[in-house]
């Protein structure tokens, strides 16, 4: 399958760069803070057996930085007109760290478009005892073995930070990530008294030896949500797309195709 | 020129090795390293050394605000002003400043600069800064919104100081149903305003604008001169040319018999300071959102943080004044009339140094300086 094209839709105005390829089940993915980071082999792969929409958030990547983002709920309620604009039924909300917060931020206030929620190592709650790594005051060589769980992988990821031709990108995500995610530190205190709205099958899909987000949160989620299913995978960090690529999608396309309408 | 004294209050006593093996005096030193007996001791002396300042003929003393940290012990420097306030009798007390930014309701900071004011009869002098990137990992504050928190704080405060209250007053961050704080300050209409920055082209060119004295913190005079010319046209262009008074120098002074003597005595304390008490990694000193995206890559490529100097690398490029009295007076002036400053802002204790030591060396600069410079102006400045 060709790479697809970015392209955007027009959101009152902001364009919201986005890829869709394949056919079957919708999926939306939301990524993580460390953006959306192109059309990836895993993209690729996923997009064989679902109908996937990537976007890139504002603020990230290739995206305007809007006036209007100031909270991770104003992603939420972005989100919530991208579904109403594209039409979306039936579809399936992945949403990976950050964008785990904001799928459940979406799920909390509207579940009409939706037939499944999964949240991959997603933030936003914080849960008694964590112990959750510093990404903003990590030097790269800390924060890449806190990031992932290999060293091969770690190895791979202190590369790209260190590359100088995507500095501009690091610090242009990381300027709006410290926006969402600075205080409270990756979470909102008021999402835990309303994820029992959620009345969806909802995938708790984690990284054992996820350092950023413990599993500790993917417990707390567990907790709260009505419908789950938890789902760790072992030897990985806070990346399974790219460190466990063959769990994270047959977990996920097994999910979906369950879920699907 | 004006000479203020100005304390960093630091935690003298700190294991300069226990901090190197930390990477930073900063936000992850543990405070169980704090020792309070010491701690008072050094509070008392250093108070001890502002009042000496007085008797000295100085023309004010100068106080800040860190957190979290060994390299200053002024959480909430209005303590320390407020005690200043009654015992020095004539001379000024400027707070460099309160950070606007890391508190919820700014209406705090006008009512405490207000009431130092009144004690004052009105000596004080009001410092309004960001903080520095540290004070936002150490204060839970968020450095996306630091700049509009500090523009509306800002607002907030000076029309909390000029507008009869009470009234309502609505922003993105502050949202106040009463603003009518008692006391009112002292000074009419208000303190004067005092911005320090690292050297900000925003907070120079706002400054300029709103005729706010400029204070330059740390820096090589060259870039000082810089930073002062940025200032003084940007006054220029907004129609209000700037006097040299309103440009400080920030720095440090050291004063022996030779130069020699006084870089020997000095250098374990500027070593201590600038490379152990200010010394953090740059994820801490420029959190994301602090600076813009091209400031923060400027700042990185330059490769300047956490470089290590000596003490004849600061004086060399004129960072800081080591020497005998004539070699001071030489290069201060030299320094005067290449950047066009009018306020010295001078650190006589500074790191480790002993209070004895800082005490003799403020002795020698009242002594072999501040008469020298009393009427002494810089020949550029607003004509230029």
């Known amino acids: 399958m060709p790479e697809p094209q970015l392209q955007h839709l027009d959101m009152r105005g902001f364009a919201l760069p986005y890829r869709r390829a394949g056919s079957g089940p919708t999926v939306l993915f939301l990524h993580g803070a460390g953006g959306a980071g192109g059309w990836t082999p895993w993209h690729a792969k996923l997009a064989e057996s679902v109908d996937l929409i990537a976007p890139e958030h504002p603020g990230w990547d290739s995206a305007e930085t809007p006036d209007w983002l100031d909270h991770t709920t104003d992603l939420a309620f972005f989100y919530l007109d991208v579904m109403d604009r594209l039409g979306l039924e039936n579809a399936h909300l992945v949403g990976h760290s950050l964008g785990g917060w904001t799928a459940a931020e979406v799920a909390i206030r509207n579940t009409s478009r939706l037939s499944s929620l999964t949240l991959l190592c997603a933030v936003g709650l914080h849960a008694d005892g964590m112990q959750a790594a510093d990404g903003f005051l990590q030097p790269p060589e800390e924060r890449v073995k806190t990031l992932v769980y290999s060293a091969q992988h770690q190895q791979m990821m202190l590369e790209r930070a260190l590359d100088p031709d995507l500095l501009d990108l690091s610090l242009k995500n990381s300027m709006i990530a410290a926006k969402l995610l600075w205080q409270p530190r990756n979470y909102n205190p008021q999402l835990s008294k309303w994820l029992h709205r959620i009345d969806v099958p909802t995938l708790l899909l984690w990284g054992a030896d996820d350092q950023i987000a413990p599993p500790a949160i993917a417990d707390a989620y567990e907790a709260l949500i009505p419908d789950t299913k938890k789902v760790m995978i072992d030897e990985c960090g806070h990346i399974p797309p790219m460190e466990q690529t063959a769990a994270f999608l047959s977990n996920l396309t097994a999910f979906v195709q369950e879920n699907a309408a | ?384």
């Open chain 2, 1 to 384: 020129m004006k000479f203020f004294n100005f304390h960093l209050m630091p935690y003298a006593a700190a294991d300069l090795d226990a901090i190197e093996k930390n990477g930073s005096a900063w936000v992850t030193y543990s405070n169980s390293n704090y020792d309070p007996i010491k701690g008072a001791e050094l509070y008392h002396n250093y108070l001890d050394e502002l009042e000496y300042a007085e008797e000295l003929g100085f023309d004010g003393v100068v106080l800040n605000e860190h957190h979290q940290t060994a390299y200053g012990m002024m959480p909430t420097p209005g303590v320390l002003a407020g005690a200043l306030a009654r015992s020095l009798k004539k001379i000024k007390i400027a707070i460099l400043g309160r950070a606007l930014p890391l508190v919820s309701n700014p209406l705090v900071i006008a009512e405490e600069y207000a009431m130092l004011d009144n004690l004052t009869r009105g000596r004080f002098i009001a410092g309004f800064v960001r903080g520095i990137g540290a004070e936002y990992h150490a204060m839970g504050v968020n450095p996306g919104f630091s700049h509009e928190r500090f523009q509306e704080a800002h607002d907030l405060i000076m029309q909390a100081w000029t507008r009869p209250g009470p009234f309502e007053f609505v922003g993105k961050h502050y949202h106040m149903r009463y603003v009518n704080p008692w006391p009112r300050p002292y000074q009419d209409p208000h303190p004067p305003i005092w911005v320090p920055s690292q050297g900000s082209a925003d907070t120079i060119k706002w400054a300029a604008r709103m005729g706010y004295t400029y204070c330059q913190t740390l820096s090589p005079i060259a870039v000082v001169a810089g930073f002062f010319q940025m200032y003084r046209d940007a006054a220029e262009a907004a129609g209000r040319p700037a006097s040299s008074d309103q440009l400080a120098w920030s720095n440090s002074i050291y004063i022996a018999e030779t130069d020699e003597k006084a870089l020997k005595e000095a250098k374990p304390h500027l070593e201590a300071l600038t490379n152990r008490f200010l010394k953090m990694p740059i994820e801490m000193l420029l959190p994301p959102g602090y600076t813009s995206v091209e400031s923060m890559k400027r700042i990185r490529a330059a490769k300047v943080v956490g470089k290590v100097q000596t003490a004849e690398d600061l004086v060399k490029s004129g960072v800081v004044l080591v020497g005998s009295p004539n070699t001071v007076r030489e290069k201060l002036e030299e320094y005067q009339e290449l950047a066009g400053f009018n306020t010295s802002l001078t650190k006589t204790q500074f790191g480790t140094m002993p209070t004895s030591q800082a005490r003799t060396n403020a002795a020698a600069i009242a002594e072999e300086l501040l008469p020298y410079f009393r009427a002494k102006a810089p020949t550029k400045a607003a004509a230029e």
